[in-house]
């Protein structure tokens, strides 16, 4: 069984930065790939960025390829997402996911956080 929850979401202008956390409790967590995804009032959720188990692998979505970060610290459990440069249409609710049933930017991992709400004004 595998806890997720996610914190540092928050209101900042456009061009600021955030740093998300997803903290997590259970072994599986520190053997499993990552992810972030991403949902907006009515869209669907979307993909943002994953890391391998080990960090040595990252992927990104192309919108957010270049301004966001995501990193792991396997010692304290916790995965992060450094968001710079952020627009307005980077505005949603961010959901961290652990144990992926099929590709990394696949929605079907097995297990999921509450989210954290993200709010870009321009």
């Known amino acids: 069984q595998v806890q997720l929850v996610e914190s540092g979401g928050g209101w900042v202008q456009a061009g600021g930065s955030l740093r998300l956390s997803c903290a997590a409790s259970?072994?599986?967590?520190?053997?499993?790939?990552v992810a972030w995804f991403r949902q907006a009032p009515g869209k669907e959720r979307e993909f943002v960025a994953a890391i391998t188990w080990s960090g040595t692998y990252t992927y990104y979505a192309d919108s957010v390829k270049g301004r966001f970060t995501i990193s792991r610290d396997r010692a304290k459990n916790t995965v992060y997402l450094q968001m710079d440069s952020l627009k307005p249409e980077d505005t949603a609710v961010y959901y961290c996911a652990a144990v992926p049933a099929g590709a990394y930017n696949d929605p079907r991992y097995n297990y999921w956080g509450q989210g954290t709400q993200v709010t870009v004004s321009s």
């Open positions: 259970g072994r599986t967590f520190s053997s499993s790939t």
